[in-house]
């Protein structure tokens, strides 16, 4: 196993705080004894990773995730010559906190978890909010996730789920973010201006909609692309024009929602008049 550490910072929202991710698979490197501000997320991928925190050393396998409090002193190096790799992210505390009563930052008594379900989740966001940071996206996801960790491994407990009015919360979100196609406000200004915490317009939209805002946007841009590529616009002149980040951001939702990619749409469909 070779050595890597390759980072991507994602913004919540346009202009909103960064989260960073990291990549990385060590066989040799150790860290030295250092404390982070943020939370630290991780999730073992392959082989084993021993770590010294809090006067003893706890070890994470393929599928562990792995949650560092802040201020917590800690290293973290291979348990075996074959090394081990993971995803991280560095998450500040408030991003634990929305969803969950009290003041006080979730404590978590064990910092390897066991939650397949959620591992998978936060991979997935961790893999593809890496390839193509998209704001709204980040922001759709990863908060919810790292609620979804608190409020199932840690000290806190949950805040209410019922969000009074929540199909027109949910309506006038997804209003906005169709009349504001190509730079859509933050969910944290959204949720400002109806007087919510990002975690309940989160969950009333997820409970009306079905899907999180970044994937009824994306869902919502591929409609509009579909005509601009019968007109016979070019794929990467599309995404510009719909708000996807590059043509293979295009691409990516392009083929989730219809199948095919768009040049094969486009030569399939496109209206021999333009």
Do not use: K
Request: glycine share 8%; net charge neutral; aromatic share 6%.
């Amino acid at each position: 196993m070779g050595e890597q550490a390759l980072w991507t910072r994602a913004r919540l929202g346009s202009g909103g705080p960064p989260v960073d991710l990291l990549t990385a698979r060590f066989a040799r490197h150790e860290y030295a004894p250092h404390a982070h501000e943020e939370f630290t997320v991780g999730v073992t991928v392959g082989g084993l990773e021993v770590i010294a925190y809090r006067g003893g050393r706890i070890t994470s396998g393929p599928g562990s995730i792995v949650v560092l409090e802040p201020g917590e002193m800690h290293t973290g190096g291979p348990a075996t010559p074959a090394g081990y790799a993971y995803r991280a992210l560095y998450a500040e505390p408030s991003l634990l906190t929305d969803g969950t009563l009290g003041p006080a930052l979730p404590h978590f008594r064990e910092p390897v978890l066991d939650d397949p379900a959620l591992t998978a989740a936060l991979r997935r966001a961790h893999t593809e909010l890496s390839a193509c940071p998209d704001p709204l996206e980040a922001e759709s996801r990863l908060p919810w996730l790292l609620t979804a960790l608190a409020r199932r491994h840690s000290t806190a407990r949950a805040a209410n789920d019922l969000v009074p009015g929540a199909d027109h919360i949910a309506h006038t979100v997804r209003d906005r973010l169709a009349d504001e196609l190509t730079a859509p406000p933050s969910l944290a200004a959204l949720a400002a201006d109806l007087g919510l915490s990002r975690y309940q317009l989160l969950r009333a939209f997820r409970t009306t909609m079905g899907i999180p805002p970044y994937a009824w946007l994306s869902q919502h841009r591929v409609i509009r692309a579909r005509g601009l590529l019968e007109s016979g616009l070019r794929p990467a002149e599309v995404a510009a024009l719909v708000g996807f980040a590059d043509q293979a951001h295009l691409t990516r939702w392009f083929r989730r929602v219809l199948g095919v990619t768009p040049a094969v749409y486009r030569n399939s469909v496109q209206d021999p008049r333009a």
